[in-house]
């Protein structure tokens, strides 16, 4: 029987340790590839190949990872380890919830279409880099990985909603963005898809 303020945990869920270090960004991308990899793949050798190296890379940071079912759209949710206990997480002993980090899973189920795209936005992000410099490069970077990890597609191809996701989530929880790139991030997007020959899409956040 599941305690009071307690989350279950499902047979998706990997346990390892944990100590007070965050997940950094690239960390949390690679594992996010990794998932939609294993997700995918209709070999059963490759799915546990893909499935150890999201393991031992999140072990190296004492995290652990599920997925969540959201009302029919799955999420990746990666928490600290200390956070566990006998198979479930105990929010009534969690002092920072910000600690965790989730991905929706919502985007293509392809690989070979998610390689695609990423190879397509880092384009992009170099050609941002080169023109721009280096603190709009590396929002260009950030916002090809929400793009193309989250949604799957090109940078210039983002929704509205989507970029307001980017501003008010992904690029606050995820991406710990220097103070330099914080000030500029805006310009960064209207140069991203200025250098992409699109208008940028209304979005609010």
């Known amino acids: 029987m599941t305690e009071p303020n307690a989350i279950d945990m499902d047979e998706d869920g990997d346990t390892t340790a944990t100590d007070d270090a965050e997940l950094p960004r690239d960390v949390v991308d690679e594992v996010e590839r990794l998932t939609r990899l294993k997700r995918t793949t209709v070999d059963d050798n490759e799915a546990a190949a893909y499935e150890g190296r999201r393991d031992d890379l999140l072990d190296e940071h004492d995290f652990t990872s599920r997925v969540r079912d959201d009302d029919g759209d799955d999420v990746l949710v990666l928490h600290p380890e200390e956070w566990h206990e006998d ?49 709009h490069g590396d929002n260009a970077a950030i916002l090809a990985d929400f793009a193309g990890n989250h949604y799957a597609k090109p940078i210039e191809s983002l929704t509205g909603d989507e970029l307001a996701e980017f501003r008010t989530d992904y690029f606050i929880r995820n991406a710990w963005p220097s103070d330099d790139q914080q000030e ?22």
């Open 87 to 135: 198979g479930v997480i105990r929010t009534d002993r969690i002092e920072d919830i910000d600690r965790a980090v989730e991905v929706p899973l919502e985007g293509t189920g392809d690989p070979d279409e998610w390689d695609d795209v990423d190879a397509y936005n880092r384009d992009l992000v170099a050609t941002v880099r080169d023109t721009h410099g280096n603190v």
């Open 184 to 205: 500029v991030i805006e310009e960064s997007i209207e140069l991203i898809f200025e250098t992409a020959d699109e208008r940028v899409p209304n979005y609010q956040f």
